[in-house]
T-cell receptor
Framework: SQQGEEDPQALSIQEGENATMNCSYK?????LQWYRQNSGRGLVHLIL?????REKHSGRLRVTLDTSKKSSSLLITASRAADTASYFC?????????????FGSGTRLLVRP | DSGVTQTPKHLITATGQRVTLRCSPR?????VYWYQQSLDQGLQFLIQ???????AKGNILERFSAQQFPDLHSELNLSSLELGDSALYFC??????????????FGEGSRLTVL
C-alpha cells in the first residue's frame, strides 16, 4: 500500500513560474525524501528532511515538513523546461525494525518553454 | 550516472518463463533494494538486503526471489511469469543499513515485457 500521496497528480506551468507539490502520508516517519524521475529513467534523490526538521533548502528547491499534519511540500522556484519530470515523495515509517522506503504515487510536472 | 548498474536494460519473454535481473551497487554500498514500477501500481518496494542478509520484505510475490552475493551484487529472479509482471524493475543501493540513514541511489532499471 502507498504511504505517501502526492497532490496534484499532474501540474503544467510556464517556464519561470514556481511549482509546488504536496505530499501527505499516513504514519509517523523517521524521514521524508523527495526524488525526481525523468520519463523511463531511474530515480534521482533530491533532498531528505528529518522528522525534527521543518524546512530545508537545496538550490532552487525548498522542502517543508509538518509532522502534525503528516504532510510535506516541495517548491521548485524559477522553473525551467529541464525540470519536466515526475516527482515522488518517499517516507521511512517509524515502526519497529522498519527498513522500507515507501514511495507515493508521484506528481507529473510539465514546464512549458 | 548513479554508479548502480542494472542488466539487462530490456527483456522480452513469454508467460511461464523465468528471468534473472542483475544489479551491481555503488562501490562501498552494502544495502541493495529492489522496486517494481508499473503504471497501475506505481513504485512498489519488493525487498532489501544488507551485506548479504535480507532486511525487509515488501509486496514480493512467492514467484519472485532475490539474493545478495558476497561481492554485494544482487539478483532478482522472476519465475512463472505472467502478463501482469511486465514492469520496470529498479535496483537501488545505499551506504546505510536502512533508508533512514540516507538517500538511495537508483539504477536505470530493467524493463521487462511479458508476452
Amino acid at each position: 500500500s502507498q504511504q505517501g500521496e502526492e497532490d496534484p497528480q499532474a501540474l503544467s506551468i510556464q517556464e519561470g513560474e514556481n511549482a509546488t507539490m504536496n505530499c501527505s502520508y499516513k504514519t509517523s516517519i523517521n524521514n521524508l525524501q523527495w526524488y525526481r524521475q525523468n520519463s523511463g529513467r531511474g530515480l534521482v534523490h533530491l533532498i531528505l528532511i528529518r522528522s525534527n526538521e521543518r524546512e530545508k533548502h537545496s538550490g532552487r528547491l525548498r522542502v517543508t515538513l509538518d509532522t502534525s499534519k503528516k504532510s510535506s511540500s516541495l517548491l521548485i522556484t524559477a522553473s525551467r523546461a529541464a525540470d519536466t519530470a515526475s516527482y515522488f515523495c518517499a517516507t521511512v515509517p517509524r515502526m519497529d525494525s522498519s527498513y522500507k522506503l515507501i514511495f507515493g504515487s508521484g506528481t507529473r510536472l510539465l514546464v512549458r518553454p | 550516472d548513479s554508479g548502480v548498474t542494472q542488466t539487462p536494460k530490456h527483456l522480452i519473454t513469454a508467460t511461464g518463463q523465468r528471468v534473472t535481473l542483475r544489479c551491481s551497487p555503488r562501490s562501498g554500498d552494502l544495502s541493495v533494494y529492489w522496486y517494481q514500477q508499473s503504471l497501475d501500481q506505481g513504485l512498489q518496494f519488493l525487498i532489501q538486503y544488507y551485506n548479504g542478509e535480507e532486511r525487509a520484505k515488501g509486496n514480493i510475490l512467492e514467484r519472485f526471489s532475490a539474493q545478495q552475493f558476497p561481492d554485494l551484487h544482487s539478483e532478482l529472479n522472476l519465475s512463472s511469469l505472467e502478463l501482469g509482471d511486465s514492469a520496470l524493475y529498479f535496483c537501488a543501493s545505499s551506504v546505510a543499513s536502512a533508508p533512514q540513514g540516507g538517500e538511495l541511489f537508483f539504477g536505470e532499471g530493467s524493463r521487462l515485457t511479458v508476452l
